[in-house]
């Protein structure tokens, strides 16, 4: 009984907080004015942030700085928020990744790889982690570079990590019961909910670090549709404690190679990759990398057969067109990534 009053006690002091939190936003809403017109009719809060206040408050709670918290929301790129419908037991098709070990693209890894020879070198050199899986890795999730993703990065974030909002949780129970009140859907919907919410709140978090720490608007982060960025789709989190600068200019840019490069192998080392690991150990590995199975599968046949000599008909074939396509594949189940659990905690900093 004392745990939960102490828990409801907690729940209120949070809502004091935030309402807080709220006023101070409000004070500071006629920025720029010294505007006795503002100060006499405030602008409506709840209305101006269409859809975003339950995010908008847990950040200024957690200290981001209101004013980029308010003009983020305000800001057209993001649109409006108005609900976001998730699945229960989510599950990647193990057909998005068939392409990838096809001649075609098989060939476009090694071209990848033969670009960029000299960064994976040095990365295997300095992380242990072989230019082949690395190399995979970076044609899988973007084609080399070629398709980092043109989505806001904090918008799709941001939209995910309102999963459990009151009024979206309520319709998501609705939907989800529509042809039959059962409790235990109630609950998995509610575990589902709080699993997103505690999944992307804090790369949105994170995603305000990000661009303090690269001096950018935090809206010019563009990436996937799960919210996944440049060349080695890294979330936020995962830019923070793994980002690793490749080519010494003091700053880690994910669209660069060679900082790509040495951040994707320095992830995969941190998370144990080492020289001689058994094939289960790989496994392991990349699983912290995309929780799916036939992710992992691929990325291990490609790199594979990096490692072996070119079968004749992969330089015959390079048929860039059908790669396109099996990259933009990804890109697609990227964007439904409410959907699909591998997806989730992809590349999370755990
Ligand atoms: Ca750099």
């Not at 941001?158 to 979206?168: K, Q, S, T, V």
């Not at 840019?253 to 790509?260: G, I, N, R, V």
């Not at 409410?338 to 989730?344: D, G, L, M």
Request: hydrophobic share 35%; aromatic share 8%.
């Amino acid at each position: 009984m004392r745990c939960r009053s102490s828990a409801v006690a907690g729940h209120r002091i949070g809502r004091i907080l935030r309402a807080i939190a709220l006023a101070m936003l409000a004070a500071l809403a006629p920025i720029g004015a010294g505007d006795a017109h503002a100060q006499r009719e405030p602008e409506p809060l709840a209305a101006n942030y269409r859809g975003w206040d339950y995010i908008v408050e847990k950040l200024v709670a957690d200290g981001v700085d209101p004013r980029q918290v308010r003009r983020v929301f305000t800001d057209p790129r993001v649109e409006p928020f108005t609900g976001l419908q998730f699945s229960l037991y989510p599950r990647e098709s193990s057909a998005l990744y068939r392409g990838f070990t096809q001649p075609a693209s098989v060939a476009l890894a090694r071209r990848c790889k033969a670009s960029h020879e000299r960064a994976l070198r040095e990365a295997e050199e300095r992380f242990g982690v072989p230019a082949t899986v690395v190399a995979s890795i970076i044609h899988v999730e973007s084609g080399c570079g070629r398709n980092t993703g043109k989505e806001v990065v904090l918008f799709r974030l941001a939209r995910l990590a309102m999963a459990n909002e009151p009024e979206n949780l309520r319709d998501n129970i609705t939907r989800h019961t529509e042809t039959g009140y059962d409790p235990a859907i109630e609950e998995r919907t509610r575990e589902r909910g709080r699993y997103l919410e505690n999944t992307f709140y804090p790369e949105v978090l994170a995603t305000f670090q990000v661009s303090d720490r690269l001096d950018m608007d935090p809206l010019a982060l563009r990436g996937s549709g799960s919210g996944a960025f440049g060349m080695p789709q890294f979330l936020p989190r995962s830019y923070l404690s793994y980002g690793a600068d490749g080519n010494g200019d003091g700053r880690v840019s994910l669209y660069d190679a060679d900082d790509a490069i040495f951040s994707c192998a320095n992830y995969l080392a941190s998370h144990g990759w080492r020289p001689g690991i058994s094939r289960a150990e790989k496994r392991r590995v990349i699983w912290h990398y995309n929780r799916s199975d036939s992710y992992i599968d691929t990325v291990l046949a490609l790199a594979d057969r990096l490692d072996g000599g070119a079968a004749p008909a992969e330089e015959a074939g390079g048929k860039p067109r059908q790669v396109q396509r099996q990259v933009k594949a990804k890109g697609k189940a990227n964007a439904r990534a409410p959907s699909t659990t591998s997806r989730r905690t992809k590349k999370s900093a755990n």
